[in-house]
């Protein structure tokens, strides 16, 4: 009996813990990105790099979006398109004026994220992890984020 209820517990707890996410490496500044920061949020993922031009002009929208949608669990991220890392990856956000989390380890495996050749790129990703759009070319905050509201009224 003991065994038993020993190895349901076991299994209670490995179900649990299944559904605690993935933590996202780091950040620009070296800090630890949380799963407590993603996990039931909506993502917006922006792919950006310092020779782009509409990736440049897009940056103060996203800072906009980044501080319109603080506290609605929805998070803003970048990625570095040409994958830089360290010290280079914290100059390069802060010569373009980046005030959302950078990642360092590119999410796209994770979120099964379709390769891009094209810049700027973001995808929008549900509260499940799933996909839900990509976005080429220069976005707005406010474009963003009525097709967040599209999307999240669609379920």
Request: some cysteine; aromatic content about 6%.
């Amino acid at each position: 009996m003991a065994r038993r209820l020993a190895a349901t517990i076991a299994l209670l707890g490995s179900v649990l813990l299944s559904g605690c996410g993935v933590d996202l490496g780091t950040d620009q500044n070296g800090q630890k990105v949380a799963s407590e920061r993603v996990d039931k949020h909506w993502l917006v993922v922006n792919y950006w790099a310092e020779w782009c031009g509409p990736c440049r002009t897009e940056i103060p929208e996203l800072n906009k979006l980044s501080d319109q949608m603080s506290g609605q669990k929805v998070s803003v991220f970048g990625v570095n398109f040409d994958n830089l890392q360290g010290d280079d990856l914290k100059s390069a956000s802060n010569a373009l004026g980046i005030r959302f989390t950078v990642l360092a380890q590119d999410p796209a495996d994770q979120y099964d994220l379709p390769r891009s050749e094209a810049l700027p790129v973001t995808y929008i990703i549900d509260d499940k992890g799933k996909v839900r759009e990509q976005l080429m070319g220069e976005q707005t905050a406010s474009g963003v984020a009525q097709k967040l509201a599209e999307l999240k009224g669609k379920g």
